[in-house]
């Protein structure tokens, strides 16, 4: 089955640097990569995703990049604030037709962002 | 996602008894998926189902059974078979259609925080 690795586990950056977590995917055929905001004890939420057809997209400080030859994808975050401070996970999936969307999770990356 | 809702949330266990946890979604999804989340790792698929009276296994379904009998209700049973249940488990719902790419955001709950005594 599909294996997800993240790095790093612990990210601590300045307010107004920018941060960058790294996944790599096994599976060739994974073509969905969406990345997952938790707060502690609080639900992962959406911040962006990205297609296997795209190589990078972008919303506002937050873009995605994706490398399908090397199998890695890496979410960037610019101009951080201490309200970005949460882990982070990545994930891929192998969405086609007929089957639902089932997703490897990487173990996650704690960020803080200090004053 | 405030449209899924999970109880209890905190749930406590003595050994040797099954739990069951709700599972409630009023998005009109199809698919449905119920996550373990261990400290220090990332979510762990345990099942899922794509519509009412069909699911399939995930990574981790030993110890664990579920139904989904209605649309908007996915409920998980713990049993006493799953050795080392203390976990924090969450519950997703993203739309599905077989004919086509859908979008495939999962939207999750806000979990249910399962410790066995």
């Known amino acids: 089955g599909e294996n997800v690795e993240q790095h790093p586990s612990t990210l601590s950056v300045q307010e107004g640097d920018s941060a960058v977590i790294k996944c790599t995917y096994s599976?060739?055929?994974?073509?969905?990569f969406p990345w997952y905001k938790q707060e502690l004890g609080k639900r992962p939420q959406l911040i962006i995703d990205?297609?296997?057809?795209?190589g990078e997209k972008k919303d506002q400080r937050i873009a995605v990049t994706l490398n399908k030859t090397a199998k890695h994808f890496s979410l960037h975050i610019t101009e951080t604030q201490p309200e970005d401070s949460a882990v982070y996970f990545c994930?891929?999936?192998?969405?086609?037709?007929?089957?639902?969307?089932?997703?490897?999770f990487g173990t996650g990356t704690r960020l803080q962002v200090t004053l | 996602d405030g449209g899924i809702t999970q109880s209890p949330k905190y749930l406590f266990r003595k050994e040797g008894q099954n739990v069951t946890l709700s599972c409630e979604q009023n998005l009109n999804h199809d698919a449905m998926y119920w996550y373990r989340q261990d400290p220090g790792q990332g979510l762990r698929l345990i099942y899922y189902?794509?519509?009412?009276?069909?699911?399939q296994k995930g990574d981790i379904a030993e110890g664990y059974s579920v139904s989904r009998e209605k649309k908007e209700s996915f409920p998980l049973t713990v049993t006493s078979a799953q050795k080392n249940p203390t976990a924090f488990y969450l519950c997703?719902?993203?739309?599905?259609?077989?004919?086509?790419?859908?979008?495939?955001?999962?939207?999750f709950g806000p979990g249910t925080r399962l410790t066995v005594l």
């Open positions: 997703a719902s993203s739309r599905y259609y077989p004919l086509a790419r859908p979008t495939d955001t999962q939207y």
């Open positions: 990205i297609r296997s057809n795209v």
């Open positions: 599976d060739s055929a994974s073509n969905y």
């Open positions: 189902s794509q519509i009412v009276n069909d699911f």
């Open positions: 994930a891929a999936s192998i969405r086609d037709t007929g089957t639902a969307s089932k997703l490897t």
